[in-house]
Structure formats: C-alpha cells, structure tokens
C-alpha cells in the first residue's frame, strides 16, 4: 500500500500510519508493504516549483518517514509532467541512502527515460 495523495509531511505520515494499522489488523490474511509515494503529483503550493518539492521531500519527508519507521519502499512517479528523470534519480539516490527500498513508476504516459 502507497502513500502519495497528501503530498504534504502531516498527511503521508497519517496516511503510513494509518497502512501500518491495517498491516498489524490484518497480519494474517494479506500481506501489507507500507510505502512512501511523496513524489506521486506536484502539490498546488509548488505549481512551476518541483524542484523545492523534490528538496522538501527529501530534507524533511524521506527522514521522518524513516525516523517514525513507517515505510519500507519508496517510490516515484517518473513522468513528463510530474517528476523528471534528474528528479526522480535524485529521489531514489537519496531514499536508498536511508536504507529504503526503492519502487519507480516511469513511462506511463510517455517515454521518461525511467525504466
């Protein structure tokens, strides 16, 4: 299960907590991975600013995530229009420094240069 449909550190940390509970409830019948989609969309507040974004994630986001131990993957959303290659590198260099493992959607509408 992915966060990612905050886009902010207060909602995906109640987001992963919240796949956490469920991944404790229901421990017997489905196997949950928690992971952190930060880098899903642009939030409106950063329109024409990704790259802030992209530091904002991984200053702020990546690190609590990890503090708190809420995820096991990180993943990025690859696309024109949303997280470019560069960016999305970037994100899963440093996901990978904090001992994540790492998810990449890339090419879904275009060809990103992702996959």
Do not use: W
Not at 59 to 79: R, S
């Amino acid at each position: 299960m992915k966060s990612g449909y905050g886009l902010n550190l207060d909602t995906e940390v109640m987001l992963l907590k919240v796949i956490n509970e469920l991944k404790k409830k229901y421990a017997k019948e489905i196997d949950i991975i928690p992971t952190f989609l930060g880098a899903h969309d642009i939030p409106p507040e950063f329109a024409g600013k990704t790259e802030d974004y992209v530091t904002l994630i991984i200053e702020k986001m990546l690190p609590e995530v990890k503090n708190q131990g809420l995820a096991e993957y990180c993943d990025v959303f690859c696309e024109e229009g949303y997280f470019d290659y560069n960016q999305s590198l970037r994100l899963l260099k440093a996901a990978k420094k904090l001992k994540f493992k790492i998810r990449l959607h890339a090419d879904e509408f275009k060809h990103s240069k992702g996959a």
